[in-house]
């Protein structure tokens, strides 16, 4: 099984479990977004800026890792014609349901996005990719295959972490681990990942994560950082997250 394999199945756990993060929008948030209320995250407490979105209506957007019924949901609201990819088949599932339940058409693709994407060139007007490439070794590859599919103009929409979570233990108060972190080159660090059921997660750079979407021809108009929204690195103030936008 490939390591993408195992996080995939360790993301559908967490979501047997009640994931935060895999919990679809009710349809009373559909509704107020229809009506012009409703906000988005590329990471955990801050609301993506209204002014980073172009005009919506009839804008193809694709969710890349995205899936969970959080985010579709609102863009189909405000007349985006949508996508999803993910790989989790339970994210999946969650954005059909609140389709089939608001009434709106979705397409719904499972596939590994270490992978060559599915789209042909200049497909899309957004993508919006909220924190996830922390569960995948090759970071260049996602920002090559953005640029590639994005029609000229494009933006891209993207939440990461920037690797100070790898360094402390479970409670937050202590390091314990150097960067950068990849288990598939440290077998010690996949054995503490798989005993607290983490998946198989990686420490990026700021030269991976920024730098790489400036590297593959993208141009970077604005960014903020975040915290873990709880714990103890949150209490203090700590940022743990950037979330990006930049365009085509």
């Known amino acids: 099984m490939s390591y993408t394999e195992i996080n995939a199945e360790t993301i559908d756990r967490w979501i047997e479990k009640g994931w935060e993060w895999g919990v679809p929008i009710s349809h009373e948030q559909y509704v107020d977004a229809c009506?012009?209320?409703?906000?988005?995250?590329?990471?955990?407490?801050?609301?993506?800026?209204?002014?980073?979105?172009?005009?919506l209506k009839d804008k193809r957007v694709l969710g890349l890792a995205s899936g969970g019924g959080q985010q579709m949901p609102i863009f189909a609201a405000l007349g985006a014609e949508c996508t999803v990819l993910d790989y989790s088949e339970k994210q999946i599932k969650s954005d059909l349901?609140?389709?089939?339940?608001?009434?709106?058409?979705?397409n719904a693709i499972r596939a590994d996005m270490t992978k060559p994407l599915p789209f042909e060139n200049d497909s899309f007007d957004?993508?919006?990719?909220?924190?996830?490439?922390?569960?995948?070794?090759?970071?260049?590859?996602?920002?090559?295959?953005?640029y590639r599919i994005l029609k000229k103009g494009g933006k891209l929409m993207a939440g990461m972490d920037?690797?100070?979570?790898?360094?402390?233990?479970?409670?937050?108060?202590?390091i314990k681990y150097r960067?950068?972190?990849?288990?598939?080159?440290?077998?010690t660090l996949l054995e503490a990942l798989q005993k607290e059921d983490s998946g198989v997660q990686f420490s990026h750079t700021l030269e991976e994560q920024i730098r790489g979407q400036l590297k593959v021809g993208f141009t970077l108009i604005d960014l903020y950082e975040d915290t873990n929204g709880v714990g103890f690195l949150h209490e203090y103030g700590v940022p743990t997250f950037w979330a990006t936008l930049a365009v085509k």
Not at 35 to 46: A, F, I, V
Not at 162 to 174: A, R, S
Not at 179 to 186: E, G, R, Y
């Open 179 to 187: 960067l950068p972190f990849n288990p598939l080159s440290n077998k």
């Open 97 to 106: 349901m609140a389709a089939e339940r608001d009434g709106y058409k979705i």
């Open 126 to 146: 957004l993508i919006f990719h909220p924190v996830s490439n922390c569960y995948i070794e090759d970071v260049i590859h996602v920002w090559k295959e953005c």
């Open 162 to 174: 920037n690797g100070i979570n790898f360094l402390f233990d479970e409670d937050e108060k202590e």
């Open 35 to 55: 009506n012009g209320k409703w906000s988005m995250l590329l990471t955990p407490t801050k609301p993506v800026p209204k002014n980073w979105y172009p005009e």
